[in-house]
C-alpha cells in the first residue's frame, strides 16, 4: 500500500468538484483532506491509474497532480485525518421500511501521516 499526494485546480470548481471529491475517496482503503483541493489517498494502484480514474473529469483548463509521498509531510495552520473507505451498503429486506445503522465502532484511532505544527 501507497501514499499519493492528490491536488487539482479546476477551473470552474462548482461543475466537477463534488465528483471530483467522490472519485478521490473511492480510489484506495483511506483517504485524508488536510486542504480544499489536496487529498492524501492510500492505495494499491500507481500514478498513472489514478490519473486515468480522474481524468475524464478534468476540463482542459484544469490541473491534477499524483505523486507517491513518503510518510513524512510538514504542515502549518492544517492538519491531517484520515478516513476509511466506506463499506459497501446493508442488503436491506425487500419491501421492508426500516434501515440499519451500524453501530459506530469503539473509539478508533486515526492513521498517523503527521502533526501539525
Given at each position: 500500500?501507497?501514499?499519493?499526494?492528490?491536488?487539482y485546480?479546476?477551473?470552474?470548481?462548482?461543475?466537477?468538484?463534488?465528483a471530483?471529491?467522490?472519485?478521490?475517496?473511492?480510489?484506495?482503503?483511506?483517504?485524508?483532506?488536510?486542504?480544499?483541493?489536496?487529498?492524501y489517498?492510500?492505495?494499491?494502484?500507481?500514478e498513472?491509474?489514478?490519473?486515468?480514474?480522474?481524468?475524464?473529469?478534468?476540463?482542459?483548463?484544469?490541473?491534477?497532480?499524483?505523486?507517491?509521498?513518503?510518510?513524512?509531510?510538514?504542515?502549518?495552520?492544517?492538519?491531517?485525518?484520515?478516513?476509511?473507505?466506506?463499506?459497501?451498503?446493508?442488503?436491506?429486506?425487500?419491501?421492508?421500511?426500516?434501515?440499519a445503522?451500524?453501530?459506530?465502532?469503539?473509539?478508533q484511532?486515526?492513521?498517523?501521516?503527521?502533526?501539525?505544527?
Amino acid at each position: 500500500m501507497r501514499t499519493f499526494l492528490i491536488s487539482y485546480d479546476l477551473a470552474a470548481p462548482a461543475r466537477n468538484k463534488h465528483a471530483m471529491a467522490t472519485a478521490i475517496m473511492s480510489l484506495g482503503s483511506s483517504w485524508a483532506r488536510p486542504l480544499e483541493q489536496t487529498w492524501y489517498v492510500r492505495a494499491e494502484s500507481g500514478e498513472c491509474e489514478i490519473e486515468s480514474r480522474l481524468a475524464y473529469l478534468l476540463d482542459d483548463e484544469d490541473g491534477l497532480i499524483v505523486q507517491a509521498v513518503a510518510e513524512d509531510a510538514v504542515m502549518t495552520n492544517t492538519r491531517l485525518r484520515w478516513f476509511r473507505q466506506r463499506r459497501p451498503a446493508f442488503e436491506l429486506e425487500a419491501g421492508g421500511n426500516v434501515v440499519a445503522f451500524p453501530c459506530p465502532p469503539a473509539a478508533q484511532a486515526e492513521l498517523p501521516l503527521a502533526e501539525a505544527s
